[in-house]
């Protein structure tokens, strides 16, 4: 019997579920770009699972340009992080909040 | 024909024991090194579905180079131990059994509908996308969404850059 | 009985990952004697010579000294990843073993091939995949050292492996592209692989068409392992032992191997992409088995000389009588089954080349400075690598309208 498809969505749905508890309670600014990512996983299996429900292509296409979308971002935002971490000499979140009325 | 099931929960409970180690563990480097087996083991789910060029490359970009990225900046960073807050009372009371109701709700709902029990009523499985066929969609269907990526990649690079260097 | 041919993939499968794992563990001990040896004949010393004859039970001596050594943690590091590091590293090296195939596919006992453990169809981009993942193994061990040498020499190595790594996989695209496949044995014995001769006796190797990418591929793969004249983030002049300082007894001797692994894995690839895997330069008649024989009889005859004239006492004179012995059985196996042994033979002898070419480099070159390193890298192979490609992708656009 082959893995029905609504197992994976399930897997994908759990996932997701736990990167946006992830990036809503944790307060390394780190942390929480690692659960965006997480969340972008998450994305990418139901991608792939729907891809194989409907014997389609389309879905591993997006699925290679989520990866590389998730990249470029880790890329920016880490730098960013960076620039962060040197002027406020801090990586909690709570912190960065000079613009707080 | 049971074997596909044992490696589809051993590798789903992998990934989401990563994933829970994600938000419990202290220290940054290893909720990162937990996100790298949460996606290996997704990895891993990507090659029972059928897709081992997406496999592959999940591994070589997501877990061999992003994650590297994430564990340098760590290290550069050197992001000790997270501060401890305290949940609010209302999130740890209403919601979270309010966010368990909306899971048990999504659940039923995906398990009763149309993909889930056609795929479970025993369609053939499709053979697994070669790389050449990717390849022939990629390059002439998808071409400018291709394009524009790689553009936006030089992008990131340069920005990147320019935010990460040290003011002269 | 039974059991063996109801689940003969099951069976089969065992004994070739038993015999991998054996024969690659065996290897990497006797490299580390190889390298010793060849380094030091070339700095007119002898090298190993007590402990075994001619030294050939240092590397059991090396072992037994490994783990007896007094396992010295350091205090207030992450013991997690600390002891995670050098597992990993190990680990990783070897499932890239896993994929190599070392012979045809088409060669079956049981009606399971016997030369891969593994035939995987994308097999060239996972072998990329898993090498990518090594960087975890220099990067943590740097780290959870929880000192500063430790720590530079990691994050250097670990730069260092991110920046070539990307020119070696683009090196290697000219070759898919002449090959049109992602799978190792169809890279070489495939419809586009690289049997036959061009003119009758050159045979159809993919580093005749692709020497540049073959010199790109070589000078990525030596930067990527560490080795000499990339190594200066483990050397021992500049940062005591880089990544590695902190480990000793048997978590250095897992890094030790897993280095060496690296170098048999790219090794391999080598062979296989440029060098054409299994095949024999003669074209594989029959005649071909006596090669071997000749080879090994020659070393046969050089140890009997050596039995009579150099060695000393009794224990290294019988040492060296089961060497002979072990000669002689390699060149019956080689001459009584042909059609398993030689593909085989052709692999290792283009490896053993290989790892001679890597030690050679090692005991002649001065190594490079971090700064120069990284400038090599990105502002010189890559471009090279990049042109290389687009080089090929237009000579085969024109050749293949």
């Known amino acids: 019997m082959s893995i029905p498809v609504s197992y994976y969505l399930a897997l994908s749905g759990i996932l997701f579920g736990l990167g946006v508890v992830a990036f809503v309670f944790k307060r390394n600014i780190i942390t929480i770009f690692m659960a965006i990512e997480l969340m972008l996983n998450a994305v990418n299996l139901a991608f792939v699972a729907f891809a194989r429900a409907h014997n389609q292509l389309d879905g591993l296409i997006f699925v290679f340009f989520v990866i590389v979308v998730a990249a470029a971002e880790a890329a920016v935002g880490l730098a960013i992080v960076l620039a962060l971490a040197h002027t406020r000499q801090s990586l909690n979140v709570d912190r960065v909040n000079l613009l707080k009325f | 024909m049971i074997a596909p099931l044992i490696v589809f929960f051993a590798c789903a409970i992998l990934a989401v024991l990563g994933a829970i180690l994600l938000i419990i563990v202290r220290e940054p480097i290893h909720s990162a090194l937990s996100l790298v087996v949460v996606m290996v083991s997704l990895a891993i789910l990507y090659l029972l579905l059928g897709a ?13 180079a992003i994650m590297v990225l994430f564990v340098f900046v760590i290290m550069l960073l050197n992001a000790g131990e997270e501060e401890r807050t305290d949940w609010s009372k209302i999130a740890k009371w209403i919601g979270l ?72 | 009985m039974e059991f063996i041919s109801q689940h003969p993939v099951l069976v089969v499968s065992l004994v070739k990952i038993a015999l991998t794992l054996f024969v690659v563990m065996t290897a990497l001990a006797y490299l580390t004697w190889f390298e010793r040896k060849v380094v030091a004949r070339m700095q007119s010393r002898w090298g190993p010579y007590y402990v075994g004859a001619h030294g050939l039970l240092q590397p059991l001596a090396d072992g037994v000294k490994f783990l007896f050594k007094e396992d010295v943690t350091p205090p207030s590091s992450d013991i997690v990843t600390y002891l995670l590091a050098p597992f990993l590293a190990l680990v990783l090296a070897l499932t890239a073993i896993a994929l190599i195939p070392i012979g045809p596919p088409d060669v079956t006992v049981l009606g399971q091939p016997v030369f891969a453990v593994s035939n995987v169809s994308i097999g060239l981009i996972f072998l990329f995949s898993i090498t990518s993942l090594g960087v975890y193994g220099v990067a943590l061990a740097g780290w959870s050292s929880n000192s500063k040498y430790p720590l530079m020499g990691g994050l250097r190595s670990s730069a260092q492996m991110i920046s070539y790594e990307v020119s070696l996989t ?56 560490n080795r000499v004249p990339f190594d200066l983030p483990e050397a021992e002049t500049e940062l005591v032992a880089g990544f590695h300082t902190e480990y000793s007894s048997f978590k250095f001797a897992m890094f030790f191997m897993a280095e060496y692994a690296n170098m048999i894995t790219v090794s391999c690839l080598a062979t296989i992409l440029f060098f054409g895997g299994w095949l024999s330069p003669f074209g594989g008649g029959e005649w071909e088995k006596f090669i071997p024989v000749l080879i090994f009889g020659a070393l046969a005859v050089y140890c009997l000389y050596d039995i009579a004239t150099e060695l000393q006492s009794i224990i290294h004179k019988l040492q060296f009588t089961i060497v002979v012995g072990l000669f002689l059985a390699l060149a019956a196996v080689c001459f009584f089954f042909p059609q398993y042994a030689m593909p085989p033979f052709w692999f290792i002898l283009k490896i053993g080349i290989f790892m001679f070419f890597y030690v050679w480099a090692r005991g002649t070159l001065p190594r490079f400075r971090y700064d120069q390193l990284m400038s090599f890298g990105w502002k010189l192979l890559l471009p090279v690598s990049l042109a290389n490609l687009v080089v090929t992708a237009v000579v085969w656009l024109v050749m293949h309208p």
């Open chain 2, 97 to 168: 059994p309010l966010g368990f109701v909306l899971l048990l709700e999504i659940a039923h709902w995906l398990f009763h509908s149309e993909p889930g029990t056609a795929v479970a009523n025993g369609v053939a499985a499709p053979p697994p996308a070669s790389t050449f066929a990717l390849s022939t969609a990629l390059f002439r269907q998808y071409l400018l969404p291709f394009e524009a990526t790689s553009i936006l990649i030089l992008i990131a690079i340069l920005g990147a850059l320019v935010l990460a260097r040290k003011d002269q």
């Open chain 3, 170 to 225: 683009l090196s290697v695209v000219g070759v898919l592209l002449l090959a049109g496949t992602l799978n190792l044995s169809d890279i070489v014995s495939g419809p586009n692989g690289q049997t036959g001769y061009w003119l009758h006796f050159i045979p159809k190797w993919n580093v005749f068409p692709q020497i540049v990418g073959f010199l790109c591929y070589i000078t990525a793969a030596i930067a990527e392992t």
């Open chain 2, 52 to 64: 081992p060029f997406v496999a592959a490359v999940q591994i070589l970009v997501y877990a061999g």
